[in-house]
């Protein structure tokens, strides 16, 4: 998706980045945690969608919806009898 900028890039980045890498810091201290527990998580398709998503935040692209691309890895497929389903 591609919208007209309204803020200036420097100014986002400065303004937001203590947020930013507070966030890094802390999912990167759980993968950790994760990593030096007993057990492997490898395959579980949970580990697997943060794997994704990490993915999707390395990538430079002008063109990126980040958090789009990510939520939709969290998001079930439509499935049109859903109100069926639900009942």
């Known amino acids: 998706m591609n919208t007209p900028a309204i ?3 420097q100014a986002i980045l400065t303004r937001e980045q203590f947020k930013i890498r507070a966030k890094l ?3 990167a201290a759980i993968l950790d945690r994760i990593d030096r527990a007993d057990g492997a998580v490898d395959h579980d398709r949970r580990m697997l969608e943060i794997r994704k998503s990490l993915e999707v935040l ?3 692209d002008s063109d990126s919806d980040r958090a789009a691309r990510i939520q939709m890895i969290y998001s079930r497929e439509f499935d049109s ?6 009942k």
């Open 7 to 9: 803020f200036d890039a």
């Open 25 to 27: 810091i802390e999912i």
């Open 58 to 60: 390395s990538v430079t």
């Open 81 to 86: 009898h859903w109100k069926k389903i639900l």
